[in-house]
T-cell receptor
Framework: SQQGEEDPQALSIQEGENATMNCSYK?????LQWYRQNSGRGLVHLIL?????REKHSGRLRVTLDTSKKSSSLLITASRAADTASYFC???????????FGSGTQLTVLP | EAGVAQSPRYKIIEKRQSVAFWCNPI?????LYWYQQILGQGPKLLIQ????????DSQLPKDRFSAERLKGVDSTLKIQPAKLEDSAVYLC????????????FGPGTRLLVL
């Protein structure tokens, strides 16, 4: 079963705009990770946020985590056409168990 | 540092045939994962190895899928016989350790079963 569910399923924006994707999950987590997948390629790790963190930045990426609401958001600022990809959240339940991936948000950045 | 290697990149077979995929993880990574990703969905874990032992194969359809990781390095995933619903991308990933570690993915093998 997939614990994380991304919202929206698809998002289309103009280059230069910000893109926000959300992830909701059901059970407690140790950490939450975001991955990007370009068409026809494997997944690439973007950022990891631990359960005791509320916000994390990496370049143009900003991730927030609200464990009380069991939700996370990924913000991409000043988007570029190269950001066009699918974005997945993955939850780590801890205790050395495996990551569970959501169904993804398909982001299209129009030039 | 070399990434996760997978081959072949593409495979087309007819139903009831067999197929095998190969994965070579990042050097030194003890944990290796095989995922199945159906179009429009996120990756679903099929099997997880820690060195050459199986940690989790609860979602592996064992009547037709098998996997091995001899010597704790590269791994092979086999499907025999294939069904139409096996059409998907098969992703291999590796991580330094078990648990919620960052995973590094290969490019995947796209399988089409006709």
């Amino acid at each position: 079963s997939q614990q994380g569910e991304e919202d929206p399923q698809a998002l289309s924006i103009q280059e230069g705009e910000n893109a926000t994707m959300n992830c909701s999950y059901k059970t407690s987590i140790n950490n939450l990770q975001w991955y990007r997948q370009n068409s026809g390629r494997g997944l690439v790790h973007l950022i990891l946020i631990r359960s005791n963190e509320r916000e994390k930045h990496s370049g143009r990426l900003r991730v927030t985590l609200d464990t009380s609401k069991k939700s996370s958001s990924l913000l991409i600022t000043a988007s570029r056409a190269a950001d066009t990809a699918s974005y997945f959240c993955a939850t780590d339940p801890g205790s050395a168990r495996q990551l569970t991936f959501g169904s993804g948000t398909q982001l299209t950045v129009l030039p | 540092e070399a990434g996760v290697a997978q081959s072949p990149r593409y495979k087309i077979i007819e139903k009831r045939q067999s197929v095998a995929f190969w994965c070579n993880p990042i050097s030194g990574h003890a944990t290796l994962y095989w995922y199945q990703q159906i179009l429009g969905q996120g990756p679903k874990l099929l099997i997880q190895f820690q060195n050459n032992g199986v940690v989790d194969d609860s979602q592996l359809p064992k009547d037709r899928f098998s996997a091995e990781r001899l010597k704790g390095v590269d791994s092979t995933l086999k499907i025999q016989p294939a069904k139409l619903e096996d059409s998907a991308v098969y992703l291999c990933a590796s991580s330094l350790r078990r648990g919620g570690e960052t995973q590094y993915f290969g490019p995947g093998t796209r399988l089409l079963v006709l």
